[in-house]
Nanobody, 122 residues
Framework: QVQLVESGGGLVQTGGSLRLSCAAS????????VGWFRQAPGKEREFVAG????????IYAASVKGRFTISRDNAKNMTYLQMNNLRPEDTAVYYC???????????????WGQGTQVTVSS
C-alpha cells in the first residue's frame, strides 16, 4: 500500500513557476513508476509526465514538454514536478499517481494523491 500527498500548488501569474511535490509513504516506493496528471474544470483528467522507478527515464505530454520537469528522490520517497513558463491553460488540479498497470499515460494507476490546485492568472 502506498499513500501519496501532493503539495506546492497555488496561484501564479503567466510566465511564473511552481514546484509540486508528492510525498509517498511505504518502503517500496522505489518499485513504482510515478506519473503526474491534471484535471481542469469540465475536462477529463490528462497525463502530464511520467518517471521510471530509477528516475532514468521520463516522458512528457506535448503540451508541457520543455516547460515541465519531473524528478524523484527515492531516498526521501519524493517525486517533484517543476513547472516553468506557466500558462493559463495549465490551470488544473494536479495529481500524482504510482504503480501504473499499463502504460504511463493511462490514468489507471493503482495509487493516487488527493490533488493540489494550480491556478495561472493571465
Amino acid at each position: 500500500q502506498v499513500q501519496l500527498v501532493e503539495s506546492g500548488g497555488g496561484l501564479v501569474q503567466t510566465g511564473g513557476s511552481l514546484r509540486l511535490s508528492c510525498a509517498a509513504s511505504g518502503r517500496i516506493f522505489d518499485q513504482y513508476s510515478v506519473g503526474w496528471f491534471r484535471q481542469a474544470p469540465g475536462k477529463e483528467r490528462e497525463f502530464v509526465a511520467g518517471i521510471s522507478r530509477s528516475g532514468d527515464n521520463t516522458i512528457y505530454a506535448a503540451s508541457v514538454k520543455g516547460r515541465f520537469t519531473i524528478s524523484r528522490d527515492n531516498a526521501k520517497n519524493m517525486t517533484y514536478l517543476q513547472m516553468n513558463n506557466l500558462r493559463p491553460e495549465d490551470t488544473a488540479v494536479y495529481y500524482c499517481a504510482a504503480d501504473p498497470p499499463n502504460s504511463w499515460q493511462r490514468d489507471d494507476y493503482n495509487y493516487w494523491g488527493q490533488g493540489t490546485q494550480v491556478t495561472v492568472s493571465s
